[in-house]
């Protein structure tokens, strides 16, 4: 389960959850050298005298745990270490509701908290815990990604592609062909095949609509100027037939 946490006044505010997580940690950090130490001095005081424990058992203990004590400090500082790597990076983390559903939490980690050996990303102003990474991705990846689905959902928006008119469609068809002339190749890869063939169909369609329109309006035009001559006939015609009956 993540672990989030809000900044307020430059103080973290802890959830229920991470509460519960510190405290835990903070038990766990309590079985320390000094607690060895009064495990054996008990140990010691309350062995059988006529069989007491030998000098090398006692050692031995020590040394394993020790050696116990260092790989967790060694593991605490590969978090530790693994964590600050990830600052500025683009993430997804895991997270699941109190419902039991899961998600993800996308964003850039701003930087890394680290408490009672335990690291937490820090994500548009809320803390996940490092366990809960679930992917690291490559700005250029994301962006190009990003474009991508944002270009699809546009093109899901629009009517089928007998229905499109110029007056109510032109201008978004128009914005997509800007948007794709805009991609580089690595950018145009993200787009489905079959996305790329409906995109057509609605330029090849628009096309075609803009050529019928133009061809209508080239014959309106040519209707305008004969009826524009046979007026101008008329005209002259008049005149001459005025001219006549004066002379």
Do not use: C, H, W
Not at 220 to 228: G, I, L, R, S
């Amino acid at each position: 389960m993540a672990v989030g946490a809000i900044v307020k006044d430059g103080a973290i505010m802890e959830t229920a959850s991470q509460s519960s997580l510190s405290k835990a940690s903070s038990t766990s950090n309590e079985m320390n050298k000094d607690t060895f130490l009064q495990l054996l001095v008990a140990e010691m005081q309350n062995q059988d005298p006529l069989e007491p424990a030998s000098n090398t058992e006692y050692i031995t203990q020590y040394a394993q745990f020790s050696e116990v004590e260092s790989l967790g400090n060694m593991a605490s500082n590969m978090d530790l270490s693994r964590a600050s790597s990830l600052v500025g990076q683009e993430v997804y983390i895991k997270t699941t509701a109190s419902n039991g559903e899961e998600k993800l939490v996308q964003g850039k980690v701003d930087y890394v908290v680290y408490e009672n050996n335990k690291a937490f990303l820090s994500i548009n102003e809320s803390l996940y815990a490092l366990d809960d990474l679930d992917t690291v991705v490559d700005s250029t990846y994301l962006s190009a990604y990003t474009d991508a689905y944002n270009f699809t959902a546009k093109l899901n928006k629009l009517p089928a592609v007998a229905n499109i008119t110029i007056a109510n469609d032109a201008k978004n068809i128009d914005a997509l062909s800007e948007a794709y002339e805009a991609m580089n190749d690595y950018e145009k890869s993200f787009l489905a095949s079959d996305t790329l063939t409906r995109f057509n169909k609605y330029t090849e369609q628009l096309a075609t609509l803009r050529a019928a329109a133009l061809t209508e309006d080239a014959g309106d035009k040519e209707v305008v100027t004969e009826a524009e001559n046979v007026s101008g006939e008329e005209a002259v015609s008049d005149a001459e037939d005025a001219a006549e009956k004066e002379a």
